[in-house]
């Protein structure tokens, strides 16, 4: 299998203002399956997505935001595993968050997060 040399070009761009460890780039068939239990289509198992972890949680929104601006078309920021998962997929587009057991759309999720910080009491 050959990893998409558009993919290493966004992900270096990504890399160099937010460092990060890749932690999953391909996969085998029977490692998608078997081991993290992943999906039949994943572009990990055509060299065309890569998962990573940042030394800081906070670095993981950021990351994502600017992903979706280099044109990653699969983006899901997985605070339940702590991780980035990019891809290069063509449109449908997938923008997801994942935290506390429940799934949103990334624009959704910025939404939220905006509405609480405006309706916080400030001290």
């Given amino acids: 299998m050959q990893i998409s040399y558009v993919l290493i070009d966004k992900l270096n761009a990504l890399l160099a203002l937010y460092p990060a460890s890749v932690t999953r780039l391909c996969t085998t068939p029977y490692r998608n399956e078997a081991i ?3 999906a039949q289509s ?3 198992l055509t060299g065309e997505a ?6 800081q949680t906070s670095i993981l929104l950021p990351a994502a935001r600017y992903a979706v601006s280099l044109g990653f078309g699969g983006v899901e ?4 595993n702590l991780h980035l998962h990019l891809d ?4 449908p587009f997938w923008h997801e968050v994942r ?3 429940k799934k949103y ?3 959704n999720y910025l939404t939220k997060l905006e509405e609480e910080s405006i309706n ?3 001290v």
């Fill in 36 to 38: 993290v239990k992943g």
């Fill in 42 to 44: 994943s572009k990990h």
């Fill in 50 to 55: 890569v998962d990573l972890v940042f030394d």
């Fill in 77 to 80: 920021v997985d605070y339940n």
């Fill in 88 to 91: 290069i997929r063509s449109e």
């Fill in 99 to 101: 935290v506390a057991g």
């Fill in 105 to 107: 759309t990334l624009k």
């Fill in 120 to 122: 916080s009491p400030r």
